[in-house]
């Protein structure tokens, strides 16, 4: 006597298997050479891999010297046209309208400002990414902190306010720069 399994309860290749009498496939067995042993970390990695928890990117934070907390707020909200989302005593988060991640400043009173800074961006896309980023110096400028925007290439630009950025600058690149040509 035949034992046959509903097929709505097997997958496709387990239902053909059973009306065809085919026996389960059994993986290769892996066999490893001694050098190849060796060189484990060039094996490539899995394809599948199982989330034990659903997270979702949220935000970013970066620390603002408090002497001039309000005015690196006033500079995102009136020159870049970000919304405040909620503040705190030592914090505000902010979204700029069509973004899905928000930026959140806090107070730093530390003395210390990171001197390779520029490696840490709050980037944006400009089609004259140079010319925005003066505009903004001249803005804080006008305030009394002093800034100043430096390059990384010909295409890329940042502006650093080093009163006021405890760990971070101000980036605007062309937007080819971010043309991945990845579907995400």
């Not at 006597?1 to 290749?13: F, Y």
């Not at 760990?167 to 937007?175: I, Q, R, S, Y």
């Amino acid at each position: 006597m035949i034992e046959v399994t509903p097929m709505a309860k097997l997958g496709w290749g387990d239902a053909a298997r059973q009306v065809l009498g085919l026996a389960e496939p059994q993986p290769e067995p892996l066999s490893i050479s001694s050098s190849t042993a060796s060189n484990l970390s060039l094996m490539p990695l899995p394809t599948r891999m199982v989330r034990s928890w659903d997270v979702r990117f949220n935000h970013v934070a970066n620390r603002v010297n408090p002497a001039h907390f309000q005015t690196v707020v006033d500079m995102f909200v009136g020159q870049l046209r970000f919304v405040e989302l909620r503040r705190t005593e030592r914090a505000v988060w902010l979204r700029q309208p069509g973004a899905d991640v928000d930026l959140q400043f806090s107070c730093s009173d530390t003395g210390h400002r990171d001197h390779d800074r520029e490696r840490s961006q709050i980037s944006f896309l400009s089609e004259t990414p140079k010319a925005d980023l003066e505009r903004l110096a001249s803005w804080f400028d006008a305030r009394g902190l002093p800034a100043h925007v430096g390059a990384y290439s010909d295409r890329e630009f940042y502006l650093d306010v080093p009163t006021a950025f405890v760990d971070f600058v101000v980036e605007a690149m062309l937007p080819e720069l971010a043309d991945y040509d990845v579907v995400v």
